[in-house]
């Protein structure tokens, strides 16, 4: 064989090899969104200047392989209103086909959004809250950047705030 053929016999073994570590990872990235809703919100503790909140996330995963969660990066909207935003950088691992539920420590210091949401609960003598949560999932799989997520939902904060003592 002469040094010409090697050569096109290589590079033909290269883009071979090239091609099915590609197609390897393309099929790594096609995930599904998780689903994620809010199971109970509650204050635990506050004042004038910041409040802080114990939030319960239900997460659902659609997807037929594990997914290795290093952190979350969210919005969090109620009725409307900014609310907190933040990221949580504790890992769990939710399982293929499966879900599990996590707390996470919310601070806010939008005295202003607390006080429209009390006015707006009192007005409509309810303790049910619209809420939007947006955001990315940091997921530890190769070659997969941040999932993003919006889900919105009701919770109700009658039963959270007992709930979260």
């Known amino acids: 064989m002469t040094r010409v053929h090697r050569s096109i016999?290589?590079?033909r073994i290269a883009l071979i090899i090239v091609l099915l570590v590609s197609g390897g990872c393309a099929?790594?990235?096609k995930l599904q969104t998780p689903r994620l809703s809010i199971v109970s919100a509650g204050m635990t503790s506050g004042d004038i200047f910041s409040q802080e909140?114990?939030?319960r996330l239900h997460v659902q995963n659609p997807n037929d392989r594990s997914l290795p969660i290093k952190g979350?990066?969210?919005?969090?909207?109620l009725e409307g209103d900014s609310f907190a935003e933040g990221i949580t950088n504790e890992p769990f691992v939710v399982p293929a086909l499966g879900e599990t539920?996590?707390?996470t420590t919310v601070r806010t210091n939008f005295?202003?959004?607390i006080g429209r949401l009390l006015s707006r609960l009192s007005v409509t003598n309810s303790?049910?809250?619209h809420y939007q949560f947006v955001g990315k999932l940091a997921v530890d799989i190769p070659f997969v950047s941040n999932i993003p997520f919006s889900n919105s939902g009701v919770v109700d904060l009658g039963q959270?705030?007992?709930a979260a003592r």
């Open 72 to 77: 979350i990066e969210y919005q969090l909207y």
């Open 53 to 55: 909140f114990r939030i």
């Open 9 to 11: 016999g290589l590079k």
């Open 27 to 29: 099929g790594l990235t």
């Open 101 to 103: 539920e996590f707390d």
């Open 127 to 129: 303790s049910a809250v």
């Open 160 to 162: 959270s705030l007992g």
């Open 111 to 113: 005295m202003s959004s």
